[in-house]
């Protein structure tokens, strides 16, 4: 697969409405149960537990403009588990 292929299907966009992964999936802040600190293979994740549906994966290595745990911090509401995790230290 080119490398370009692969810039574009590795994103992932956080915003106010919630979290787009990949640029498929997409996860509103509502549908968020539970949310924990974890990792694999020694890489940072968030486990997220979902309303319905499987469990997310959501990798906390990626960088932009802000880490991820900043997005989230920043566009997640206050009441949600996912921002409870993010702003616990690792």
């Known amino acids: 697969m080119p490398i370009l292929t692969i810039w574009q299907v590795s994103v ?3 915003n106010s ?6 640029r498929v999936n997409k996860l509103v802040w ?3 149960t539970e949310a924990k600190l974890t990792s694999f293979v020694g890489l940072p ?10 469990k997310w ?6 960088k932009g403009n802000l880490t ?5 911090i920043n566009n997640a509401p206050k009441e ?5 995790a993010a ?3 690792t």
């Open 68 to 72: 991820v745990k900043d997005a989230l």
């Open 30 to 32: 509502s549908d968020i």
């Open 80 to 84: 949600n588990p996912i921002y409870e």
């Open 45 to 54: 994740y968030i486990l997220i537990k979902r309303k319905k549906g499987m």
């Open 17 to 22: 409405k919630g979290i787009k992964l990949y």
């Open 12 to 14: 992932m966009s956080i």
């Open 57 to 62: 994966w959501l990798p906390l290595y990626f």
């Open 87 to 89: 702003t616990k230290n």
